[in-house]
């Protein structure tokens, strides 16, 4: 009887094997040679997988209900079918009517095709929207590479896939490519633009795209090639003195494991603070340092709130570019905007 | 990870270089001191398996001072692993031979019997006097206090000091002084 | 006991996709019930669903239940969750109270393999004022400083020691002789 346990009976097997009539954190002891069989065997032949819709027990039309629940929006059903529906699944159930002898019914409004470009301008006016109202320091340049990452295939598979999307699509491909989960994400956006309007669309990218960004460091996503440079531009355009780097610190200087912390000063007075194993490396860090205390997002002062309600039918002006960046300007920019939501 | 959380935590685990004087110390009570530092626990990030210690230089361990009878009493015991192979050094002697060994064995008595000891011990550096090699002295970024207070001998003292220096009586100008 | 001999696996706690940043999302997905309709084991559960079935699923519609009625089997309830795991729960012999706490246990956990927690929490951002370094709240006149130095040649917070405190009281005793003086040249002076 063992010998035809399937691996994906493991967790069942486990739980017969366990505590049971023995004391308490105690297993069989056949237990442990037995999951070891079981993993040798899986290594062999790994077990094969099905699509869920496969399994006997499988509502479609109720796991699109409950898909709509779960996430707290309404989506009218005909528009849920055609976003989850990809053109290659369309394909193949044409062919095989053909082959079958039905007559084949062209229709344009059955996949998600078209819903996918369309859904990608939603998100991604809303996404410049919302960062460049939460980051109106940050530089142009940036604010387009966190939506770079936001809008990029793995983080939008990444939230298709936690929604449970990812089996009530139908194509062709299974296990479900990441390309299919973020045209799928894309048109599922403007399925629920049409079904619940704008608004409710732009709050639903705000719940679940935007706060990919939640924890994470938003200064690694744009990768500044020349800090110093940037600093010493940013310096020009306020008509400043250049900063000047000194070393504030150093331990080790003879070792491999040598550190060096250099400071910037502009008028003497400390602007950024980095380390690093070289004085160059350090030098790149406080000009990096001195860059994200002026953008606002320094580790004490980055505070991105993720319940803000925005008009999502505002166009967005781009933030100021690196070449342009001067407190002034933000300063102008902001009462700008601020006038504007007014 | 980036170059940035690269760089900080680059910060926060530096070995800091400290220098000691031994000057009119007890090494049994510096020992103790010395060996907080060698293992990193003045450190919050401290933890035993994180390697998180600094390294130490002691100067002048040829100055240290044992409190009353010590240099005398104090014996340092070694075996060679053969039969007889028994000795007992006095302190004074073992100092003459080799000015450092009486710092270093308390430190090493200091830091505590495990597998990291040895390891440990090789961030020390000591020196019997003021003559530290010019690569090291520049590793150094801190100093640590002495723990005893080094006393003023009075020939270090000029003579408007002495003058100045409040007295509480004096002797009779007749006093003949033996 | 260590916890290396236990056969579990250990992690951390983590959340899938955010869940409670943006909108809170119930990590349950389906559940699938097999039960007999005649066993004995089975009756608590199928007395879960004779009374508690319909209010459980009118009052969790993101959950899909399925209902399979298997003879001469234990029975069992699967759950599925959002990221991808799927639980396996064994209800012999379970009351109708026991099987409405379980799938509420089972519906409120998100879909994390039964693991033994090394941490009870979690974070991205463990510090706000800054990670310590060995530079934080030193001097930075260290920098400048050259070693061996004067100023570190004496123990810091010592008690007063009794030189020092006659030196104070000899201080204090001097100005109030200069202070004495100064009174007595000025009352020479009205006097002349």
């Given amino acids: 009887m063992l010998l035809i346990v399937l691996p994906n009976l493991q967790e069942e097997v486990v739980a017969l094997y366990s505590c049971s009539r023995k004391k308490y954190r105690e297993y069989h002891r056949f237990f442990s040679p037995l999951l070891k069989q079981l993993k040798r065997r899986q290594i062999i032949a790994p077990p094969p997988i099905n699509h869920r819709n496969t399994y006997l027990e499988w509502n479609y039309e109720a796991e699109l209900y409950s898909f709509g629940k779960r996430l707290g929006e309404e989506f009218d059903n005909e528009l849920l079918r055609q976003a989850l529906m990809q053109r290659s699944y369309l394909k193949k159930l044409e062919e095989e009517q053909k082959r079958v002898g039905i007559e084949v019914s062209s229709n344009e409004n059955v996949d998600n095709v078209c819903m996918i470009p369309k859904g990608e301008e939603i998100l991604q006016n809303f996404t410049l929207l919302y960062l460049r109202h939460i980051l109106p320091r940050f530089p142009e340049e940036g604010i387009q590479s966190i939506k770079d990452h936001l809008m990029s295939e793995e983080t939008l598979s990444h939230v298709c896939f936690h929604i449970g999307a990812s089996e009530l699509i139908l194509c062709e491909d299974f296990p479900v490519e990441k390309s299919t989960l973020n045209s799928t994400m894309k048109a599922l956006i403007f399925a629920l633009h049409e079904s619940s309007g704008l608004e409710r669309t732009s709050v639903f990218i705000r719940d679940f795209i935007l706060t990919q960004i939640a924890e994470l460091d938003i200064n690694d996503l744009w990768n500044i090639e020349n800090p110093i440079e940037t600093l010493n531009t940013i310096c020009r355009n306020e008509d400043v003195d250049l900063p000047e780097p000194r070393i504030v610190g150093d331990s080790g200087v003879n070792t491999i494991l040598a550190l060096y912390r250099v400071g910037l000063y502009i008028n003497k007075k400390l602007i950024g603070l980095g380390s690093g194993e070289s004085i160059k490396i350090a030098h790149e860090m406080a000009a990096s340092d001195a860059l994200r205390r002026l953008f606002g997002t320094a580790e004490h002062q980055l505070n991105i709130p993720f319940n803000l309600v925005l008009n999502p039918k505002i166009k967005s002006e781009p933030n100021l570019g690196v070449k342009d960046w001067c407190e002034k300007r933000v300063q102008e920019r902001i009462k700008q905007t601020l006038s504007l939501n007014e | 990870m980036s170059a940035w959380a690269r760089t900080k935590q680059w910060n926060t685990f530096t070995r800091i270089w400290h220098l000691f004087d031994a000057t009119w110390q007890n090494p049994i009570d510096c020992a103790e001191t010395i060996g907080l530092y060698l293992k990193g626990m003045y450190k919050p990030i401290y933890h035993p398996m994180s390697d998180c210690g600094d390294h130490v230089v002691v100067i002048n361990t040829k100055k240290i001072a044992f409190p009353g009878q010590d240099w005398r009493w104090r014996a340092y015991y070694h075996h060679t692993g053969y039969a007889k192979g028994a000795s007992y050094t006095r302190a004074w002697e073992l100092h003459d031979k080799d000015p450092t060994l009486i710092f270093k064995k308390a430190v090493y008595s200091k830091l505590g019997n495990n597998l990291q000891r040895r390891y440990t011990m090789q961030r020390l550096h000591l020196f019997a006097d003021e003559k530290v090699p010019e690569d090291i002295m520049k590793n150094i970024t801190n100093q640590i206090r002495p723990i005893k207070i080094v006393p003023r001998t009075l020939d270090t003292y000029s003579q408007e000091e002495i003058k100045s220096f409040p007295k509480i009586f004096d002797y009779p100008k007749d006093y003949i002084i033996r | ?192």
């Fill in chain 3, 1 to 192: 006991m260590s916890n290396k001999c236990l056969l579990i696996p250990s992690g951390f706690p983590r959340l899938p996709l955010k869940n409670g940043i943006g909108r809170v999302v119930c990590q349950l997905k389906r559940i699938t019930i097999k039960f007999c309709k005649s066993s004995g084991s089975s009756q608590g559960v199928r007395n879960f669903i004779e009374l508690d079935l319909l209010d459980f699923t009118n009052n969790n519609p993101e959950v899909v239940i399925y209902l399979k009625p298997r003879r001469h089997h234990s029975p069992v309830v699967i759950s599925e969750y959002l990221n991808g795991e799927r639980h396996y729960m064994n209800f012999h012999n379970f009351t109708r109270d026991n099987t409405n706490k379980w799938l509420n246990f089972l519906r409120t956990r998100v879909g994390i393999k039964t693991i033994r927690f090394r941490k009870l929490q979690h974070t991205e951002l463990p510090s706000i004022q800054g990670v310590w370094s060995p530079f934080t709240n030193k001097s930075p006149e260290l920098n400048i400083t050259s070693f061996p130095n004067e100023k570190f040649l004496q123990p810091k917070h010592l008690p007063e020691s009794a030189t020092e405190r006659l030196r104070k009281m000899f201080e204090r005793q001097k100005l109030k002789e200069s202070e004495e003086m100064k009174m007595n040249n000025k009352s020479i002076e009205v006097q002349q």
